[in-house]
């Protein structure tokens, strides 16, 4: 299969942690220049070292995904730095689990479609035309496996994740014949800091989230990364609209 990715350009949002430092580390390691989008400045910058520490192209771009004019302005800067935008890993998102659904707040409605679905529109808005003009690209955006099926005590998070396949299925239609595919990745419960802070406190739920998964184990983040490098390649050419489980079986049973 070919992988061949040299000298283009990747955007990752939500890159200074977790599953879009690993996917921006992946890009780099394929030889991609990479821009490093997120929030946190010092997540950033320290993902960007460990890129140019390696020998990689990486510049960090400040971003709130949530703010029209901030997404606007972080792909200017792509173009202005890199002259292009290959492919787009839409993966900024916040988790907050509401307890049942009359529990939630609107507050927490509010953030949580702020970021995981408008954050994902915005994104994209901004990126299609510039695959357009270039004749071509590729997009993930990030799901879950809440995106396909109950959340409990997570429906608003639920509720968002169906939206990002949504969102990803339409575009993927709408631009089908120009050259630009548009996927999601859909991940079961994933090593990250967010779930080693919640889990290591209590062993019996880290034993619960490895046995959700029919291989008796939660997923590492370069699990994910390679799922999004496979959707970004030529090898994937013929894959769009896909949401794409990465789930250890999860979503088999
Ligand atoms: N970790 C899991 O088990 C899991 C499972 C399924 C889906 N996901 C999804 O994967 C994605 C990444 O999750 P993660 O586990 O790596 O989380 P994480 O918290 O480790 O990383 C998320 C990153 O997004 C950034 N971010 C948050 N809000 C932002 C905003 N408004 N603008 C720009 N950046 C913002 C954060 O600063 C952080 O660096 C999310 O969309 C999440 O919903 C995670």
């Known amino acids: ?36 989008a997120d929030l946190d400045e010092l997540g950033g910058e320290a993902c960007v070292a460990e890129i140019r520490a390696a020998g990689g192209e990486a510049l960090f771009i400040g971003c709130d995904v949530t703010r029209d004019e901030q997404v606007r302005g972080m792909i200017e800067r792509v173009l202005s ?3 292009r935008l290959d492919y787009a890993f839409n993966n900024a998102g916040i988790e907050i689990e509401q307890g049942r659904l009359a529990e939630g707040s609107e507050a927490e409605f509010d953030a949580i479609m702020s970021v995981n679905v408008k954050g994902v529109w915005l994104c994209m808005k901004y990126q299609l035309p510039v695959m357009l003009a270039q004749g071509g690209g590729a997009i993930v955006n990030t799901a879950s496996v809440a995106g396909l099926g109950a ?21 993927a239609i709408e631009y089908a014949k120009k050259g630009i595919r548009v996927n999601a990745v859909c991940p079961a419960v994933i090593d990250t800091d967010m779930f080693r802070r919640a889990y290591e406190a209590d062993p019996r739920k880290a034993e619960f989230a490895a046995a959700m998964h029919p291989v008796g184990r939660v997923g590492k983040v370069e699990e994910v990364a390679a799922a999004v490098m496979y ?23």
């Open 1 to 36: 299969m070919s992988m061949s990715f040299s000298g283009q350009v990747a955007l990752v949002t939500g890159a200074a942690a977790g599953i879009g430092r690993a996917t921006a580390l992946a890009f780099a390691a394929q030889g991609l220049k990479v821009a490093v």
């Open 81 to 83: 730095c890199y002259g």
């Open 231 to 253: 959707l970004c390649c030529d090898g994937a050419a013929f894959t769009t609209g896909h949401a794409l489980t990465v789930d250890g079986g999860a979503t088999a049973i």
């Open 151 to 171: 959340a409990p005590k997570m429906s608003i998070y639920a509720a968002s994740k169906h939206a990002v396949i949504g969102l990803t299925k339409s575009a």
